[in-house]
């Protein structure tokens, strides 16, 4: 294991990365409470320069406005990062980056809760690109440290599992 990674990170990082390279794709990454694992998971294999488009750790509304560019009006009466504000987020940051994907992440590590009541250890994952789709998940632990690792797992797998349900080119 690296010094930074677990084994399962480093399993995904490389499918994604061959995935990325036999497909001729790219990827961004908007992350929030995972802190920059998703980028740095990504970074870890050799050649990442083929398909690593780019990516930011948009942890506060605004770093998502003034980096990603998603208009300040979206976050109106903010509650918590719901599917649907992190897609125009994970779309906004592909589009800025010229991604063929974007995986975002956003949630609440702990070890308390959000503004809006929701708990530690729920994230949003959203992937955009040729398949989009967003989800809360929840991990159930108010440990930090756990729920960021945890975090970047699913946003891992949850970007391999879209680039595996993607058509392929023609």
Request: hydrophobic share 40%.
């Amino acid at each position: 294991m690296s010094s930074f990674l677990t084994d399962e990170q480093e399993a995904l990082a490389s499918e994604i990365a061959t995935l990325l390279t036999e497909r001729g794709e790219t990827v961004a990454v908007s992350e929030g409470t995972s802190g920059g694992l998703v980028s740095a998971a990504l970074l870890w294999v050799a050649g990442a320069s083929k398909y690593y488009h780019g990516g930011g750790v948009l942890y506060t509304l605004p770093s998502r406005i003034a980096l990603a560019g998603v208009p300040a009006s979206s976050y109106e009466n903010y509650r918590g990062t719901t599917p649907e504000l992190l897609a125009e987020l994970t779309e906004a940051v592909r589009t800025r980056l010229d991604a063929t994907w974007c995986i975002g992440e956003s949630g609440l590590a702990g070890p308390t809760g959000g503004r809006s009541g929701a708990p530690p250890g729920r994230t949003t994952v959203a992937v955009a690109g040729p398949v989009v789709r967003a989800e809360v998940v929840e991990t159930g632990t108010t440990d930090r440290a756990e729920n960021m690792t945890r975090f970047t797992t699913i946003a891992l797998t949850y970007l391999r599992d879209a680039i595996l349900d993607a058509p392929a080119k023609a």
